[in-house]
């Protein structure tokens, strides 16, 4: 059965660093053919796209409020994609997923990703 989990999340304070992971297991094609993204919900908001990446890592994207803060990467033999989080904001708290699927083709459309993953939160507060 396909399974996203993402880990990483927590409290740091403002200008602090976390790394989420998320990791892949039961994808009935090899996991490469996948492209992986990740979003964040905050309280009363929408669901947005943070960063995605590519299924061969060629390829990504970021939210302007995040690029240059932000880095995607992934390790295809671990199944994991890992999102780098630094100079973290307060405006960066949120309940973080990861979503998977093959060759989505609008970004940052969520809907364009059958699987998720249930969820980190990650809190910026002094």
């Known amino acids: 059965q396909l399974q996203l989990v993402e880990s990483g999340g927590g409290l740091v304070q403002p200008g602090g660093s976390l790394r989420l992971a998320c990791a892949a297991s039961?994808?009935?094609?090899?996991?490469?053919?996948?492209?992986i993204g990740w979003f964040r919900q905050a309280p009363g908001k929408e669901r947005e796209g943070v960063s995605s990446?590519?299924?061969?890592?060629?390829?990504?994207n970021y939210a302007d409020s995040v690029a240059g803060r932000f880095t995607i990467s992934r390790d295809n033999g671990k199944k994991t994609v890992y999102l780098q989080m630094n100079k973290l904001k307060p405006e960066d708290t949120a309940v973080y997923y990861c979503?998977?699927?093959?060759?989505?083709?609008?970004?940052?459309?969520?809907?364009?990703?059958?699987?998720w993953g249930q969820g980190t939160q990650v809190t910026v507060s002094s």
């Open positions: 039961g994808f009935t094609l090899d996991y490469h053919y996948y492209a």
């Open positions: 990446i590519s299924d061969s890592g060629g390829g990504t």
């Open positions: 979503a998977a699927d093959i060759s989505p083709s609008s970004w940052p459309d969520p809907y364009e990703y059958s699987y």
